[in-house]
C-alpha cells in the first residue's frame, strides 16, 4: 500500500484544515488508518484512526471535538478534519494503514504516508 498525505499548510489558531491522505496498490476497505503526528523534538503520537468500514473510530483526548476522521472506500481517500486549531497541534502529520483494528499505537502499522507539515501560528 502507497500513501500520499496532502493538505497541510499554515494557519492561524482558531482556524481549520483537512488533511487528505489516498491509499493506492491494495483493496482500501481491507485496511483501518489512522493519523499521527510528530512535532519537533517529540515522538510520534496518536491523533485518529478509523476501521475499514468507517464504522469505527478513535480519537485522541488532546484533539475530541475538534478533530474529525472519515474516510471514502470510492477514492481510497481518509480525512482528518481539524477545526480550532491551536499551536499546539503544529506538527508533521503522517497516514498510516493496517490490516485489522483501527488501533492508537503506531508499530501496529505497517504502512506510512510521508507526512505533511501543519503549523499553527498563535
Known amino acids: 500500500v502507497q500513501l500520499q498525505a496532502s493538505g497541510g499548510g499554515l494557519v492561524q489558531a482558531g482556524g481549520s484544515l483537512r488533511l487528505s491522505c489516498v491509499a493506492s496498490?491494495?483493496?482500501?476497505?481491507?485496511?483501518?488508518m489512522g493519523w499521527f503526528r510528530q512535532a519537533p523534538g517529540k515522538e510520534r503520537e496518536f491523533v485518529a484512526a478509523i476501521s475499514g468500514s468507517g464504522g469505527s473510530t478513535r480519537l485522541a483526548d488532546s484533539v475530541k471535538g475538534r478533530f474529525t476522521i472519515s474516510r471514502d472506500n470510492a477514492t481510497n481517500t481518509v480525512y482528518l478534519q481539524m477545526n480550532s486549531l491551536k499551536s499546539e497541534d503544529t506538527a508533521v502529520y503522517y497516514c498510516?494503514?493496517?490490516?485489522?483494528?483501527?488501533?492508537?499505537?503506531?508499530?501496529?502499522?505497517?504502512?506510512w504516508g510521508q507526512g505533511t507539515l501543519v503549523t499553527v501560528s498563535s
Open positions: 498510516a494503514a493496517r490490516v485489522g483494528l483501527p488501533f492508537d499505537r503506531a508499530q501496529y502499522y505497517d504502512y
Open positions: 496498490g491494495r483493496t482500501f476497505s481491507n485496511y483501518a
